[in-house]
């Protein structure tokens, strides 16, 4: 491992766990400041006052706040999150269900915001003024401007209204989940329907996949082909691509590696941006589109004051969140060595 | 060598001759002192200002754009350009205030964490990390899940959500100016420590703040609407663009227009505002200062 | 027009550049002549903003945006480079002219190893070459270093100034150049250090043949290193030649100054004598001999037609209607 990586790493790790609890703690105070009662969700409406004390004891309502939050901690390192008041279900379960079908819309979409923005940020920087240039810094703050519910709404009205290429909503046709249904084995419909050589289905995911993915890449598009720009402008300018340049280095060596790889670490981080978006950004994208996500499961937790659910998917996101910039930072001090020691 | 910096004009001077030469900028100050104006003169310039407040006439429900009713009208029979019109004093208001009410938690806190450092300092910047680490909606979210639904709560779980990066802006100057002389020479005379901050640090670290203020106006505005299209901000019958667009989805292949044109000013006022944010930060960045070498 | 020089290896003809600023047009070099002799190394000295590193980035064309080469050739063995095009160029710098800039820190690039950048060095100009490793050993070792591989696994922020000086002395010289270009090598360098490359360059030049142009505004640096100097005022070369013979006897009156400029152990209360006046602004350059407002030899001619370089003394050329006598 290079040098003082291995230092880095756990630093940083040791950062991300006290802050990870902090967070904890402070959604488990927010979340009890709730003003319906639990207890009564639990057990419904129509449920005896009996009925309602027994959920207290059971749910563990009854005890001191603070014994409550150490059994909460407890729980959350070992597995158990909590049940769901609404479905009675374990909450880490209900979010691992869920997950997959929300993963997929992120994952493409940030792939498709890299794919895109970084090659138009390079360009446009290295022929900066020209038309090319003009263009991506409009499609970037279009990108970053635009609301991405209102986008996905659009998409549906051309591709699915007007040219009726792509389906509308939900992952799967209705025909192709009764004919050609995908055997659930990570839960990620394009692995699964890959691995089971299911092709009907496999085209029909990536189908279905295609404008919830493209609504949510909008904004880190924008984000990503911005960065790019600036950052190789700045880069372009610096003296040691002038050195190169002067000894005859090939051009292309001198933008895709030289100058690239100094712009390419502060882009890392807006990557990281662009995941904190993402995940909100899904709640809305799952709306538009009727995905069984994530995004929904959250909404119907708070339409219902479903609280354990509320906490599990907040603690969730953000350990998500946490993760992902953790491996941004690590990875960024693995490209450039100056940072390890800072 | 003598280098000869180019005749210091006055700051606001340079500002606008720099904003004025570059057109796309200039746009965007066009559309937002239109968007202002129309703001401003909302009930006036709509045409049908009863419905735009939420009067309901069904027996209008669902016309195409036409002349009488440019934008067309929605599913209670309400002219939509009215109602849009009537919503951009919300979304403006709102966004203004969120942003306002961010720096003025933030910067105060920044402020004294990076001239005070040390412990203060710290604690000030771990409670910063706890918040930031949260992805920005679902903090918001959660806050509003707890404080019940409503535009002005929206606001405040927006503010609470976005006070951090003003603390870490101001912070970072206030660290670096800390260090300079004139601090030294005030603190020397007997300058309080409060004082110092007010009159010499706070007026020298106010552009990254403006600039960065002035480009979250934007995201402002679009995470008001997402709160508002979930269901969690604005509630009916308030002509707000984001709660449009959510009643409206069901309906947008058989009548796009009602969810169409509150989506397309929502859009234009934020691009307006990363315009003139994104000419504004090019102006101040110090790097882009030209000098002439004689 | 100067003495007949041939067989150069490179030369520079009438050079003319202009910038456009908000200003107006910047004259930054006007007729400059320069002739660079093989095996030799040629001091060019003159204060910040005379024009030495300008014109050292025309000879590779690597003017600004902002600039434009007017008029002039630079002949590299008799063809002007001048007229090539871009990819022409690009495998003439590296391999027959090099260069290596004032401030190493900023020169090698922060996020690569020693190794990967002289592999793109060499590979920008010979393609991939079996005995990429031994060649990089034997360039760091032949620039001084003692342990050549560590300095290869190192990146540039781990190695001290003088180091990275050497090590962009290593790649500039990796294809070995015909002419090395040294902007200020020593400037950013304690005074020590500055010797030990001053050194080197001298020794590069004694087993390599490679010319250098030195440029400098430190004109104790040129007299230790160079065999020829050139001195530039205000965009023009006022006077050229051996470097001990200009020192101890210049021509042209503004070498004078410069050389009665430095300090000297002199009796207390006797000031330090300077040239009377300013450097010109470029944008409205005095008519004639740009140096004549400040120049106490000064006559009618002088401010209407600008002299051109001509023998003086012998193998000394000075651009001046009354060039200053010979010293006793």
């Known amino acids: 491992m290079p040098t003082g990586l291995a230092r880095y790493i756990a630093r940083r790790l040791a950062l991300a766990l006290i802050v ?181 289905a496999f085209v029909d995911t990536l189908r279905h996949l295609l404008l919830p993915a493209i609504a949510l890449a909008a904004y880190p598009i924008g984000l990503i082909t911005r960065m790019t720009r600036s950052m190789m402008i700045e880069v372009l300018r610096e003296t040691y691509i002038r050195f190169a340049r002067a000894n005859g280095i090939v051009e292309r060596l001198i933008i895709f590696k030289h100058a690239l790889k100094n712009a390419i670490t502060p882009t890392l981080t807006v990557l990281g941006l662009s995941f904190a978006y993402s995940i909100t950004g899904a709640v809305l994208i799952e709306i538009v589109f009727g995905w069984p996500g994530l995004g929904t499961y959250t909404l119907n937790a708070i339409i219902e004051a479903d609280y354990p659910a509320i906490l599990g998917v907040t603690i969730f996101g953000t350990m998500f969140y946490i993760v992902i910039n953790l491996f941004l930072d690590i990875l960024q001090s693995y490209l450039d060595p100056r940072v390890r020691f800072t | 060598m003598t280098i000869r910096r180019q005749k210091r004009r006055s700051e606001s001077s340079l500002i606008f001759g720099l904003i004025t030469r570059d057109a796309l900028t200039m746009c965007g100050v066009a559309i937002i002192v239109f968007f202002v104006f129309v703001a401003v003169f909302a009930p006036f310039l709509a045409p049908y200002p009863a419905e735009g407040y939420g009067v309901p006439n069904p027996p209008n429900k669902f016309l195409p754009p036409s002349f009488a009713h440019p934008f067309g009208t929605d599913y209670l029979g309400r002219d939509v350009l009215s109602r849009v019109i009537l919503g951009s004093q919300i979304s403006l208001v709102v966004a203004v205030a969120v942003i306002a009410l961010a720096i003025i938690i933030g910067t105060p806190l920044g402020a004294v964490a990076g001239y005070l450092g040390g412990k203060i300092d710290e604690t000030i910047m771990r409670i910063t990390d706890v918040f930031l680490s949260f992805p920005s909606l679902l903090l918001a979210i959660i806050l509003l899940a707890t404080l019940g639904p409503g535009l002005t709560n929206a606001m405040i779980s927006l503010s609470l959500t976005w006070w951090p990066w003003y603390t870490r802006i101001m912070r970072a100057q206030a660290v670096s100016l800390r260090e300079r002389t004139y601090v030294d020479a005030a603190k020397v005379i007997g300058v309080s420590n409060f004082w110092v901050l007010v009159r010499h640090i706070l007026p020298n670290a106010l552009t990254p703040i403006l600039v960065q203020g002035t480009m979250d106006l934007s995201s402002a505005i679009l995470a008001e609407a997402g709160l508002s299209f979930i269901g969690l901000g604005a509630q009916a019958p308030l002509p707000e663009w984001g709660l449009m667009i959510s009643t409206g989805r069901i309906y947008i292949l058989n009548y796009w227009w009602f969810p169409t044109f509150p989506g397309l000013a929502i859009f234009a006022i934020a691009v307006a505002f990363n315009l003139f944010g994104d000419g504004l930060r090019e102006i101040l960045d110090p790097k882009t200062r030209r000098f002439v070498e004689a | ?279 010109p602004s470029l944008i409205n350059p005095p008519t004639g001999c740009r140096f004549h407002p400040r120049c106490p030899s000064a006559t009618e001619i002088c401010g209407r037609e600008r002299p051109k370089l001509e023998t003086s003394r012998p193998d000394q050329l000075v651009a001046c209607y009354h060039p200053a006598g010979e010293k006793q």
């Open chain 3, 1 to 279: 027009m100067t003495s007949s020089e041939t067989a150069q290896l490179l030369d520079v003809l009438h050079l003319k550049l202009i910038f456009r600023t908000v200003e107006g047009t910047l004259q930054a070099l006007d007729d400059v002549e320069l002739h660079i002799r093989r095996g030799e190394i040629l001091g060019l000295v003159g204060e910040t903003g005379s024009g030495k590193s300008v014109t050292a980035l025309s000879i590779l064309k690597m003017i600004p945006e902002n600039g434009r080469i007017v008029e002039g050739q630079v002949l590299l063995h008799g063809s002007d480079l001048l007229a090539e095009n871009e990819e022409e160029l690009r495998k003439i710098r590296g391999a027959k002219v090099a260069v290596v800039f004032q401030d190493p820190s900023a020169s090698l690039n922060p996020v690569f190893t020693i190794r990967t950048q002289m592999r793109d060095m060499i590979f920008s100009h010979q393609g991939e070459v079996t005995d990429l490793e031994d060649r990089s050993v034997r360039l760091l070792s032949e620039v001084g270093f003692q342990n050549p591989k560590r300095i290869l696994d190192s990146y540039p922020h781990e190695l001290s100034g003088g180091m990275q000086q050497r090590v962009a002395l290593a790649m500039a010289l990796s294809c070995s150049p015909e002419l090395l270009i040294a902007d200020e090598p020593t400037t950013a360098l304690d005074v020590v250090t500055q010797a030990q490359i001053l050194a080197l360059l001298k020794r590069i030049r004694d087993a390599t043949g490679t010319s250098i142009l030195l440029i400098s505004h430190n004109l104790g640096v040129v007299a230790m290193a160079c065999d020829r100097v050139a001195v530039m005022y205000a965009g023009c070369i006022v006077e050229v030649g051996p470097t001990e013979q200009v020192f101890r006897n210049p021509a042209h009156h503004y070498t004078r100054g410069l050389l009665n400029a430095l300090p000297r152990m002199a009796p207390k209360g006797s000031g330090l004598p300077v040239i009377t006046g300013s450097i």
């Open chain 1, 20 to 200: 990870l609890l902090a967070v904890v703690t402070f959604t488990f105070i927010v979340a009890r400041v709730v003003p319906s009662d639990p207890a009564e969700l639990y057990v419904g409406p129509k449920a005896t006052a009996a009925q309602r004390e027994r959920a207290r004891i059971e749910l563990g309502l009854d005890k001191p706040l603070y014994v409550q939050y150490a059994s909460y901690l407890l729980g959350l390192v070992s597995g158990n999150w909590g049940i769901s008041l609404r479905a009675h279900t374990s909450v880490l379960g209900d979010i691992l269900t869920y997950l997959p079908a929300t993963l997929e819309i992120i994952i493409l979409a940030n792939i498709i915001a890299v794919m895109v923005g970084i090659p138009l940020g390079v360009y446009s920087a290295v022929r900066k003024g020209s038309l090319l240039d003009q263009a991506s810094r409009l499609t970037a703050i279009a990108g970053v401007s635009i609301p991405s519910f209102w986008f996905a709404l659009l998409l549906q009205l051309l591709f699915f209204g007007q040219l009726h290429v792509l389906p509308l909503e939900g992952r799967l046709s209705v025909d192709v989940s009764l004919y050609y249904p995908v055997k659930t084995i990570t839960g990620f419909y394009v692995l699964d329907s890959l691995l089971t050589l299911n092709i009907v």
